[in-house]
Protein backbone atom coordinates (compact mmCIF):
# COMPACT_ATOMS: atom_id res chain seq x y z
CA UNK A 1 0.00 0.00 0.00
CA UNK A 2 0.99 3.53 -1.06
CA UNK A 3 1.95 5.42 2.16
CA UNK A 4 1.61 8.59 0.09
CA UNK A 5 -2.16 8.01 -1.20
CA UNK A 6 -5.10 7.32 0.87
CA UNK A 7 -6.26 3.73 0.89
CA UNK A 8 -9.73 3.01 0.19
CA UNK A 9 -11.61 -0.51 -0.37
CA UNK A 10 -14.23 -1.03 -3.05
CA UNK A 11 -17.27 -3.60 -1.47
CA UNK A 12 -18.62 -4.49 -5.19
CA UNK A 13 -21.16 -7.27 -4.48
CA UNK A 14 -24.13 -8.08 -2.45
CA UNK A 15 -26.92 -10.30 -2.92
CA UNK A 16 -28.54 -9.35 -5.69
CA UNK A 17 -27.72 -7.45 -8.98
CA UNK A 18 -30.18 -4.58 -8.36
CA UNK A 19 -28.09 -3.76 -5.07
CA UNK A 20 -24.68 -3.25 -7.01
CA UNK A 21 -23.48 -0.18 -7.72
CA UNK A 22 -22.02 -0.01 -11.42
CA UNK A 23 -18.60 -1.35 -11.61
CA UNK A 24 -17.87 1.04 -14.92
CA UNK A 25 -18.95 4.19 -12.05
CA UNK A 26 -16.37 2.65 -9.56
CA UNK A 27 -14.07 3.04 -12.04
CA UNK A 28 -14.87 6.38 -12.20
CA UNK A 29 -14.64 7.26 -8.60
CA UNK A 30 -11.22 5.15 -8.45
CA UNK A 31 -10.10 7.66 -10.99
CA UNK A 32 -11.63 11.19 -9.80
CA UNK A 33 -9.97 10.12 -6.20
CA UNK A 34 -6.98 9.19 -7.34
CA UNK A 35 -6.37 7.12 -4.19
CA UNK A 36 -4.89 3.53 -3.91
CA UNK A 37 -8.24 1.65 -4.19
CA UNK A 38 -8.56 -1.93 -3.76
CA UNK A 39 -11.41 -3.95 -4.50
CA UNK A 40 -12.51 -7.15 -2.25
CA UNK A 41 -14.61 -9.99 -4.09
CA UNK A 42 -16.13 -13.19 -2.61
CA UNK A 43 -17.30 -15.33 -5.82
CA UNK A 44 -15.54 -15.90 -9.32
CA UNK A 45 -18.24 -12.78 -11.11
CA UNK A 46 -17.09 -10.11 -8.56
CA UNK A 47 -13.54 -11.13 -9.47
CA UNK A 48 -13.91 -11.12 -12.92
CA UNK A 49 -15.51 -7.92 -12.29
CA UNK A 50 -12.56 -6.40 -10.22
CA UNK A 51 -9.91 -7.77 -12.79
CA UNK A 52 -11.97 -5.79 -15.84
CA UNK A 53 -12.64 -2.59 -13.45
CA UNK A 54 -8.30 -2.59 -12.86
CA UNK A 55 -8.20 -2.88 -16.68
CA UNK A 56 -9.39 0.66 -16.70
CA UNK A 57 -8.13 2.50 -13.59
CA UNK A 58 -4.27 2.57 -12.83
CA UNK A 59 -5.90 3.19 -8.82
CA UNK A 60 -7.62 0.12 -8.86
CA UNK A 61 -6.06 -3.04 -7.36
CA UNK A 62 -7.82 -6.17 -7.15
CA UNK A 63 -7.31 -8.19 -3.59
CA UNK A 64 -6.45 -11.77 -3.58
CA UNK A 65 -9.33 -13.85 -2.24
CA UNK A 66 -9.80 -13.10 1.56
CA UNK A 67 -11.91 -14.67 4.56
CA UNK A 68 -14.09 -13.07 6.86
CA UNK A 69 -10.95 -12.28 9.44
CA UNK A 70 -8.94 -11.03 6.36
CA UNK A 71 -11.57 -9.09 5.50
CA UNK A 72 -12.25 -7.09 8.99
CA UNK A 73 -8.57 -6.81 9.32
CA UNK A 74 -7.99 -4.81 6.02
CA UNK A 75 -11.08 -2.89 6.75
CA UNK A 76 -9.87 -1.98 10.13
CA UNK A 77 -6.74 -0.23 8.53
CA UNK A 78 -7.86 1.82 5.42
CA UNK A 79 -8.65 5.60 5.20
CA UNK A 80 -12.54 4.60 3.58
CA UNK A 81 -14.67 1.89 2.63
CA UNK A 82 -17.16 2.54 -0.29
CA UNK A 83 -19.88 0.05 -1.06
CA UNK A 84 -23.51 -1.71 -1.51
CA UNK A 85 -26.05 -2.22 1.03
CA UNK A 86 -23.66 -5.28 2.46
CA UNK A 87 -22.33 -6.96 5.42
CA UNK A 88 -18.60 -6.32 4.27
CA UNK A 89 -19.46 -2.27 3.99
CA UNK A 90 -21.29 -2.72 7.17
CA UNK A 91 -18.39 -4.27 9.19
CA UNK A 92 -16.89 -0.45 8.27
CA UNK A 93 -19.14 1.05 11.52
CA UNK A 94 -17.98 -1.86 14.11
CA UNK A 95 -14.47 -0.88 12.72
CA UNK A 96 -15.02 2.55 13.19
CA UNK A 97 -13.75 3.09 10.08
CA UNK A 98 -14.71 5.57 7.60
CA UNK A 99 -16.86 4.15 5.02
CA UNK A 100 -19.93 5.33 2.34
CA UNK A 101 -22.59 3.24 1.50
CA UNK A 102 -24.41 3.25 -1.24
CA UNK A 103 -28.13 2.83 -1.98
CA UNK A 104 -30.71 2.05 -4.12
CA UNK A 105 -33.59 -0.43 -3.95
CA UNK A 106 -33.03 -1.14 -0.54
CA UNK A 107 -33.77 1.69 3.25
CA UNK A 108 -31.03 3.50 4.74
CA UNK A 109 -32.78 3.50 7.57
CA UNK A 110 -31.22 0.10 8.42
CA UNK A 111 -28.09 1.94 9.05
CA UNK A 112 -27.02 4.35 11.81
CA UNK A 113 -25.18 6.98 10.61
CA UNK A 114 -22.17 8.92 12.41
CA UNK A 115 -19.72 11.75 11.42
CA UNK A 116 -17.66 9.19 9.49
CA UNK A 117 -20.21 6.21 8.64
CA UNK A 118 -22.66 8.12 5.81
CA UNK A 119 -25.04 6.94 3.21
CA UNK A 120 -25.91 7.87 -0.05
CA UNK A 121 -29.29 6.88 -1.70
CA UNK A 122 -30.61 6.97 -5.20
CA UNK A 123 -34.22 8.80 -5.76
CA UNK A 124 -35.99 5.82 -5.71
CA UNK A 125 -38.65 5.13 -2.51
CA UNK A 126 -38.24 2.10 -0.81
CA UNK A 127 -41.48 -0.29 0.82
CA UNK A 128 -39.05 -1.45 3.49
CA UNK A 129 -41.77 -4.33 4.24
CA UNK A 130 -41.67 -5.22 -0.06
CA UNK A 131 -37.98 -4.75 -1.65
CA UNK A 132 -38.11 -4.49 -5.12
CA UNK A 133 -35.26 -6.29 -6.86
CA UNK A 134 -35.67 -4.61 -9.99
CA UNK A 135 -34.94 -1.19 -8.79
CA UNK A 136 -31.80 -0.63 -10.15
CA UNK A 137 -31.90 3.07 -9.37
CA UNK A 138 -28.19 2.67 -7.31
CA UNK A 139 -26.84 3.24 -10.87
CA UNK A 140 -28.36 6.98 -10.63
CA UNK A 141 -25.72 7.82 -7.47
CA UNK A 142 -23.79 9.86 -9.38
CA UNK A 143 -19.58 9.24 -9.07
CA UNK A 144 -19.17 12.70 -8.25
CA UNK A 145 -21.59 12.41 -5.00
CA UNK A 146 -19.27 9.93 -3.59
CA UNK A 147 -15.98 11.78 -5.27
CA UNK A 148 -17.13 14.49 -2.67
CA UNK A 149 -18.01 12.73 0.24
CA UNK A 150 -15.34 10.71 0.07
CA UNK A 151 -13.14 13.98 -0.16
CA UNK A 152 -14.78 15.63 2.83
CA UNK A 153 -14.44 12.35 5.42
CA UNK A 154 -10.72 12.59 4.52
CA UNK A 155 -10.68 15.87 5.61
CA UNK A 156 -12.72 15.46 9.05
Given at each position: MHSDLKNIVFVIGSTWPSRNYPAEKFVDVANGLAQNCLVIWGNE?????????????????????????????????????????????????????????????TPVSRVYQTNINRTLKSSSIVNPKKLNKQDYSISEIAPNRIIDLANELFHL
Open positions: NERMAAENMARQSNFIRVMPALDLNDVKALLSQVDLVIGNDTGPTHFAWGLNTPSITLFGC
